[in-house]
């Protein structure tokens, strides 16, 4: 079964940037978007940004202007990066791969970012 890879994570200071990558062991089909998501300290898991095939490009209002969601065209690797990084961009960040149902859907372990004031 293909899977998922984060990489880029870390620890920094507020100001930081940081480039995630997330990069897939094969081809993945039926792929509707691809998006990161995110899991704060005692937090629930929010989508950060996303890639639909079909549609604008979606960032959460608390990112707007400092991350920036990418990925290649065969669908194989994405990207975030994250400038002007803020203690509470602290989280688990989490990429899917995500189809037109659950069982096509393929996530990454999760990776962390801890962003000090």
């Known amino acids: 079964q293909v899977q998922l890879l984060e990489s880029g994570g870390g620890s920094g200071q507020a100001g930081d940037s940081r480039r995630l990558s997330c990069a897939a062991s094969?081809?993945?089909?039926?792929?509707?978007?691809t998006n990161w998501y995110r899991e704060p300290p005692g937090k629930e898991r929010e989508l950060v940004a996303g890639?639909?095939?079909?549609?604008?490009?979606y960032y959460a209002d608390s990112v707007k202007g400092r991350f920036t969601i990418s990925r290649d065209a065969a669908k194989t690797t994405m990207y975030l990066q994250m400038n002007s990084l803020k203690p509470e961009d602290t989280a688990m960040y989490l990429c899917?791969?995500?189809?037109?149902?659950?069982?096509?859907?393929?996530w990454g372990q999760g990776i962390q970012v801890t962003v000090s004031s």
């Open positions: 094969g081809p993945i089909f039926r792929i509707v978007a």
């Open positions: 890639i639909p095939n079909n549609g604008k490009i």
């Open positions: 899917a791969f995500q189809g037109p149902g659950v069982e096509y859907d393929r």
